[in-house]
Antibody, heavy 120, light 107 residues
Framework: QVQLQESGPGLVKPSQTLSLMCTVSGGSISRGGYYWSWIRQHPGKGLEWIGYIYYSGSTYYNPSLKSRVTISVDTSQNQFSLNLSSVTAADTAVYYC????????????WGQGTLVTVSS | EIVMTQSPATLSVSPGESATLSCRASQSVGSNLAWYQQKPGQAPRLLIYGASTRATGIPARFSGGGSGTEFTLTISSLQSEDFAVYYCQQYNNWPRTFGQGTKLEIK
């Protein structure tokens, strides 16, 4: 079955860009109907959906983050990535990647998550 | 944006007893509601989708109900591994939104 694994720096300086990668295994990122999302969880807090990408490159972002978010896909590497610009301490969180089997479905499975701390 | 409100924030229950968790949506989401379980240091795990359908491998002691704006997750005969944080999530509207979670703790 599909598995996801996040990777990237665990520490980012304020005002810089946070960049994370999600590697998909056990299935093709180019499979029709699959939508690939990023979700984050602030320490000790709830969950916030960031945005999704389709293998074609089509994206949709949470309006609350839209001005700072870019999600891209590399089908040759079976990966998709998250860039979040102009980060502040408020962007410190565990970042998860997750799969939606179709656009109108729930999130399953999830990656294990990666903690990103924004600090100088 | 649809606001999901879970109650209570913390629920203390003894092993072997049942627990009922609530989730309310600020507007109707139909049956497009999922429940997740999260243990410390782990990613959320899908329990229920479609408000009442158990995900693959989820024990029958987990049951979901409701539609529209009011939903429940009931866990019967609580086992030690069930004590965790539970989140509801609507997938009827964009952006997708989650409740703030209910922590189920051992009494």
């Amino acid at each position: 079955q599909v598995q996801l694994q996040e990777s990237g720096p665990g520490l980012v300086k304020p005002s810089q860009t946070l960049s994370l990668m999600c590697t998909v295994s056990g299935g093709s990122i180019s499979r029709g109907g699959y939508y690939w999302s990023w979700i984050r969880q602030h320490p000790g807090k709830g969950l916030e959906w960031i945005g999704y990408i389709y293998y074609s490159g089509s994206t949709y972002y949470n309006p609350s983050l839209k001005s700072r978010v870019t999600i891209s896909v590399d089908t040759s590497q079976n990966q998709f990535s998250l860039n979040l610009s102009s980060v502040t301490a408020a962007d410190t969180a565990v970042y998860y990647c997750a799969l939606q089997l179709w656009l109108g479905s729930w999130f399953d499975p999830w990656g294990q998550g990666t903690l990103v701390t924004v600090s100088s | 944006e649809i606001v999901m409100t879970q109650s209570p924030a913390t629920l203390s229950v003894s092993p072997g007893e049942s627990a009922t968790l609530s989730c309310r949506a600020s507007q109707s989401v139909g049956s497009n509601l999922a429940w997740y379980q999260q243990k410390p240091g782990q990613a959320p795990r899908l329990l229920i989708y479609g408000a009442s359908t158990r995900a693959t491998g989820i024990p029958a002691r987990f049951s979901g109900g409701g539609s529209g704006t009011e939903f429940t997750l009931t866990i019967s005969s609580l086992q030690s591994e069930d004590f965790a944080v539970y989140y509801c999530q609507q997938y009827n509207n964009w952006p997708r939104t989650f409740g703030q979670g209910t922590k189920l703790e051992i009494k």
